[in-house]
């Protein structure tokens, strides 16, 4: 039986995950910063469900978490780093203290997370890590530089992770979801405090008050559970997956763009080698 650790649970694709996991059969150590969120999940898989309080900044709690787990259940499987949120605001409107939760929750957090239960999964010589990106890293819309620059720090750094675990029989996956019908552009999403006309035409119009996206989504976050669970049990699992028709076009979109900028500068790039 398979035991996976899933953060962000309260909501979204974290509850959505867990609730498809418990549902085929396997543990899960669901967390939350407020556990509560999480009775009734609890209620309903009693012996396959663990909730542990999370805070992924916590270093204390990130090891009790990893703990409890390999206590109650024997080991962790799969690690899912999914607890999350959105950040708006032009780069220069960032507010420092903002900017630094931000790379503490969604690249430090999920970096002790891995730290933490690596060991485990090296001794076993089996193991996958799932980490939960998101389309914004390669589409890097205005307004969202922040949020993308910590999805593509995770994304990456997955990317590594990936090879360096290759031989030792574990995975990693990185995972780019579009939009869905979750929390994430309703309670979930922050913004700068600080605001500048200049921007208005651009970072601007993705400001929470003028963001109209919550609950039209097109993403349906039991399906995204269900198709990471179908990629982790194939022979071969990808190197990253993405979700949704509208994540799928932007990121085709978006290499297309890519694609045809180096063709017409690589000339010019090519010609900076040394000359014999």
């Not at 899912?80 to 503490?104: P, Q, T």
Request: hydrophobic letters at 40%.
């Amino acid at each position: 039986m398979t035991t996976w650790l899933i953060t962000g649970c309260s909501t979204g694709l974290g509850y959505a995950l867990a609730e498809a996991v418990l549902a085929r059969g396997d543990n899960a150590v669901v967390t939350a910063r407020d556990v509560s969120k999480l009775d009734a999940l609890v209620a309903q898989h009693p012996d396959q469900a663990l909730a542990v309080e999370l805070d992924v900044t916590n270093p204390g709690q990130i090891t009790a978490a990893v703990a409890a787990g390999t206590e109650r259940f024997g080991g962790i499987d799969v690690l899912v780093n999914n607890a999350g949120y959105g950040y708006r605001a032009a780069v220069e409107e960032g507010d420092d203290e903002h900017i630094r939760e931000l790379f503490e929750t969604h690249v430090f957090g999920p970096v002790n997370l891995i730290k933490a239960v690596l060991p485990q999964m090296r001794e076993r010589r089996s193991g996958a890590i799932v980490n939960i990106s998101s389309i914004g890293a390669r589409v890097m819309p205005p307004g969202s530089g922040y949020y993308a620059a910590v999805k593509a720090a995770l994304e990456t750094m997955t990317g590594s992770l990936r090879k360096e675990l290759a031989p030792l029989g574990i995975t990693a996956l990185a995972v780019e979801p579009g939009g869905f019908r979750t929390d994430f552009a309703g309670r979930s999403l922050t913004q700068s405090t600080t605001v500048i006309d200049d921007y208005a035409d651009t970072a601007g119009q993705r400001r929470k008050e003028k963001d109209t996206a919550h609950g039209t989504q097109v993403g349906d976050p039991a399906k995204a559970a269900t198709a990471i669970i179908e990629v982790l049990a194939a022979d071969e699992v990808p190197e990253l997956l993405v979700l949704g028709t509208d994540a799928n076009a932007s990121f085709r979109e978006t290499l297309e763009a890519q694609l045809a900028s180096l063709a017409e500068w690589s000339a010019v790039g090519e010609g900076t080698d040394i000359s014999e």
